[in-house]
């Protein structure tokens, strides 16, 4: 996949925007779509979901109590009977507090009914750490939902992958979960107009390069393009991958692009220890091992929940500063003297 | 209120159903010809079958672990249930499902659970879908009295509150939790006592006499299909075998004498002599219907045990759904 | 000397007219309470020994639980599995230990249980049912203090009470049966859900409580005639869903429903309606005999149920007022 060019009638939107825009295109489109979650009827906490009731009602936009096992298990019970739901659940975190419905229920839910069920149900969610928000509210789980078969997580991180992915997302007749990353709401991007998809599945590549892969997703990649930038002007030419969905996984385009580059790191927000670049590490060998000329580089966050003071939460998220460290180190140029 | 005939053989019939399949389906699991676990229906039938006639072809069900009798009670294809239990390819669930997980989209049974309570939510999902369509369908969701006890059942019956949605609450309440006993779990003796929590009206019934499951799910479903919400009943009922598996009596968690008295009050016993003594039935009969029943078990089991293990190819096939091309 | 006895019936006031009057079931919780209420106003009236029905849920230790009891408190065994017979007992057991008085807690169903099992009980009704048209509303600890009062003669029985009717029912085949407030006769074939709350098929109604403000099957009576609880007689009522005049009357909590009447009229003490099958005959509007064809049943009003204690009245004697 290549960078995608900016289509007729693109304009500057914010993220937070273009999520919001595909819900009222999805919406206008398919009198089917509901959403429903914690305060979704004034806008969200972020304003992600703001006009919707001035657009389509109270039937179609709807409050529920705070009760996130109920609000998966609404989603489930409507995707089932038909209708395709977009049940929010505000914080990445939440989704533990409804995991049963999501990874014993949802996930399964087809397989289980031997194919004779179909769930277009779309879950969205608030991810990622940087607002002092603490250990409940700024986690990065996604390791926990692409090891349950039948999810699929989609980690957008620009407005345009935003607007695509969530059309994807919510026509995809599968239990997707869609992770906006809390840090990049506000941030602006050029979006087209009309509606269009981003299949799922499918990374694009945010910076062609020759000597390092750098294999990242949501806010990191953005935070890996940046570190990218500052090492070329050191010479060192990295090619950035933004997976866009992490399950499933387009692990095709990595592995072309370590065959190419021999070098390898991933980068995520998440704990280091199981995260996502574990998996792909373990791919990149058994596909890419006779190409690699150094250990794959893994870039994450330290083993422990996310601190919330914002000096000691600035020392737990990945920057770019600290990924360029830690990617001359993949790559056996490191700054002098550190 | 008057029960019309057709209904009493239209229960008497559905109960008969269950039964029979669940006592060929535990000879077959004690014989070692049937793969998995096993959670028996028998002597809670009246309440599928009441609640199941009172229904139309468009409410949902939901079920439990516990889930053969509701899908009989709905309709469903005894040759593709027991096939399923067996674990074959012409199961209901292509073998990928089993007991646990047996269900009938087209017939709007939303599939039996592993996970206790976990059906809860789902069916007031199904519920909101009704609503959302304005169609008139409502959501039924069988559960236990275990089940009351978990999280997801007191989210999911704020939610149908909260929303008015059209979903009928059935509580089995067959005494006990797997192995412990309903007094030893709770500190009410009435699982309805939760639904007043909720603002959702509810009753209790005798869940072994299906006229009275029948004429109470009739008026509870009005109810929903009214506009009003959901409502509640509460079945008392028992299981006469034990949680998992075929053994009746000398169990360590409950007392034989127990199991004794409620054994005499066995639901099916109890229609066909309520209709003997009501000259709508005589044993010639209820022996007639009960042979076709057991043909057409008889029948099941042979097509089970005929048909072929799942093709190890489609290992893989639906974990999810591919889009269309 | 001074005996109270205080009767719960555990499983009243959850039947399927809660679900049709949108109601919740009367809670373990609120009878609990109730018990306990009515125990502190048996022991403030002089009861030096309270008597309580026991039941698989455990009413009675729940509602003593950690109270300070100046008077000695027995809670009878607890039956196998609660029922209708259990009250029965319960009432019978009190019989025979000479009770001076017992509070019933429950609706009219109950009520007509502890007549089966002590049919001149003095009693204190409290209403804690589904339907309550012969148990009245009082507060439980004044309704305990008033049984007290009685138990321990300080007020005489017969000054504060009232004689309760029934409805006798000798069936064809020997059984008989009774109620307080009304029998019924139904096109029903099976008891079912037991409590009557749709007016299809009601035939032919006696009444022995026909006031305005009545609630349940007799509110059919009451729309047509009026018979005091205390006043000897009884009404009849013969109804036909396809008769010109009609009544509305409010047949079940929460319920109006519009019936053909046929024709009514007046019973006397020793008066007897023959009531004739197929059909199904409710008790206090619980459907609980089947009646075949062929067979018959006959009902007769009598004056010697219950001795209905007044809260009121025994209060106001005690005081000195009456």
């Known amino acids: ?338 | 209120m008057a029960l019309d005939d057709d209904i009493l053989f239209d229960m008497h019939r559905r109960m008969l159903r269950i039964r029979l399949f669940e006592e060929a389906a535990g000879r077959l699991f004690e014989g070692a010809r049937m793969p998995g676990f096993i959670h028996l229906y028998v002597g809670q039938e009246a309440v599928a079958a009441g609640v199941c006639a009172a229904l139309r072809p468009e409410d949902q069900i939901s079920s439990t672990h516990r889930g053969h009798g509701h899908l009989v009670a709905k309709g469903g294809d005894l040759n593709k249930m027991m096939a399923e239990l067996m674990g074959k390819e012409t199961g209901y669930c292509n073998g990928k499902g089993g007991s646990m997980h047996i269900c009938d989209l087209d017939l709007n049974m939303l599939g039996a659970n592993g996970i206790v309570g976990g059906g809860v939510p789902i069916a007031v999902g199904a519920g909101f879908a009704n609503k959302y369509r304005d169609d008139g369908a409502v959501s039924v969701v069988f559960f236990g009295d275990g089940a009351s006890n978990i999280g997801a059942f007191h989210e999911a019956a704020n939610m149908a509150a909260a929303l008015k949605l059209p979903v009928l609450f059935v509580c089995e309440n067959n005494e006990y939790g797997e192995f412990t006993s309903r007094d030893r779990s709770m500190a009410i003796a009435d699982v309805v006592e939760r639904a007043s929590g909720y603002g959702i009206p509810g009753t209790i019934v005798d869940g072994m006499d299906a006229a009275a499951v029948y004429e109470t799910a009739l008026e509870a479903l009005e109810h929903c299909r009214s506009g009003a919400g959901p409502s509640f009943i509460e079945a008392k009922t028992y299981r006469f075998y034990n949680h998992h598996g075929v053994q009746t009596l000398g169990l360590p968690y409950r007392p034989d004498d127990e199991v004794a008295s409620w054994q005499a009050r066995d639901p099916i016993d109890g229609i066909e002599a309520r209709m003997a003594e009501a000259g709508i039935m005589t044993a010639d009969q209820a022996a007639a219907v009960r042979a076709e029943v057991q043909a057409a078990v008889d029948e099941a089991v042979e097509f089970g045990e005929s048909s072929p293990m799942p093709n190890p190819a489609r290992l893989l096939d639906d974990v999810y759904t591919e889009a269309a091309q | 000397m001074g005996t109270v006895a205080i009767i719960v019936n555990p499983a009243a006031g959850k039947d399927i007219r809660r679900l049709v009057a949108e109601a919740s079931p009367v809670s373990d919780a609120s009878k609990v309470g109730t018990l306990r209420r009515a125990v502190i106003g048996a022991m403030e009236g002089g009861a030096t020994r309270v008597i309580m029905s026991g039941d698989r849920r455990g009413l009675a230790e729940r509602a003593i639980d950690r109270l300070e009891a100046s008077a000695e408190i027995e809670i009878m065994d607890a039956p196998a599995a609660d029922s209708a017979h259990s009250t029965r007992e319960a009432a019978a057991l009190c019989r025979s230990r000479r009770v001076g008085a017992v509070v019933v807690l429950g609706g009219d169903g109950t009520h007509r249980d502890v007549a089966k099992g002590w049919r001149d009980a003095p009693i204190v009704a409290l209403s804690t049912g589904t339907n309550n048209v012969f148990p009245r509303p009082h507060e439980a600890t004044v309704a305990g203090e008033a049984a007290a009062l009685v138990a321990t003669e300080k007020v005489p029985l017969a000054a504060v009470t009232h004689r309760a009717k029934t409805i006798d029912v000798q069936l064809d085949d020997g059984e008989n049966d009774l109620g307080l407030v009304d029998v019924v006769l139904t096109n029903d074939r099976f008891t079912a859900a037991r409590a009557v709350w749709s007016p299809d098929g009601v035939r032919e109604i006696v009444a022995t409580i026909a006031e305005p403000g009545s609630v349940g099957l007799s509110a059919i009576a009451a729309a047509v005639a009026h018979q005091d609880r205390r006043a000897p007689g009884a009404v009849h009522v013969r109804c036909d869903p396809n008769a010109a005049s009609r009544v509305r009357a409010p047949i079940a909590p929460g319920l109006y429903a519009s019936i053909g009447l046929m024709s009514h009229h007046h019973l006397e003490a020793g008066d007897s309606v023959t009531f004739e099958g197929p059909g199904v005959l409710s008790f206090d509007g619980e459907r609980d005999r089947t009646l075949g064809a062929d067979r018959t049943a006959t009902a007769t009003i009598r004056i010697d149920g219950p001795r209905v204690i007044d809260v009121g009245r025994a209060l106001a004697w005690a005081s000195g007022r009456e």
């Open chain 1, 1 to 338: 996949m290549t960078i995608t060019e900016p289509a007729a009638g693109t304009r500057e939107l914010k993220y937070t925007a273009a999520f919001n825009e595909a819900l009222h295109q999805l919406m206008a489109e398919d009198g089917d779509i509901f959403v429903a979650g914690e305060d979704v009827g004034i806008g969200g906490v972020f304003g992600s979901f703001a006009g919707l009731t001035a657009a389509f009602g109270e039937r179609r936009v709807v409050d529920t109590p705070i009760a996130e096992q109920a609000i998966v298990g609404l989603g489930i019970g409507a995707g089932v009977a038909g209708l395709r739901p977009v049940v929010d659940l505000m914080f990445f975190d939440f989704v533990m507090v409804a995991m049963d419905q999501i990874a014993n229920q949802a996930a399964k839910l087809k397989y289980m009914f031997g194919g004779k069920a179909r769930l277009p149900l779309t879950i969205t969610t608030n991810g990622g750490a940087g607002l002092s928000a603490a250990a409940q509210h700024s986690q990065s789980l996604e390791a926990f939902l692409c090891h349950t078969p039948g999810l699929k997580v989609v980690m957008p991180s620009t407005p345009y992958d935003m607007k695509g992915l969530m059309i994807s997302s919510i026509r995809d007749d599968n239990p997707t979960i869609v992770v906006k990353s809390k840090m990049l709401l506000g941030v602006s991007g050029p979006v087209p107009e009309d509606m269009y998809e981003i299949p799922l599945g499918t990374a694009s590549i945010l910076r062609p390069g020759e000597d390092l892969t750098v294999v990242s997703y949501g806010r990191m990649a953005q935070e890996s393009l940046v570190a990218a930038e500052q090492l070329a002007a050191d010479g060192i030419d990295c090619e950035v991958i933004d997976l866009r969905t992490v399950q499933p996984l387009d692990i095709d385009t990595v592995i072309e692009s370590a065959k190419k580059t021999n070098r390898i790191a991933i980068v995520h927000e998440a704990v280091r220890f199981g995260g996502l670049g574990a998996e792909i590490a373990a791919q990149v060998q058994e596909h890419a091992f006779d190409y690699l000329d150094a250990p794959i580089g893994r870039v994450g966050a330290p083993f422990s929940p996310v601190p919330f003071s914002p000096s000691l939460e600035a020392d737990y998220v990945p920057n770019a500063e600290r990924i360029g460290r830690e990617l001359r180190e993949t790559i056996g140029r490191p700054l002098p003297g550190s």
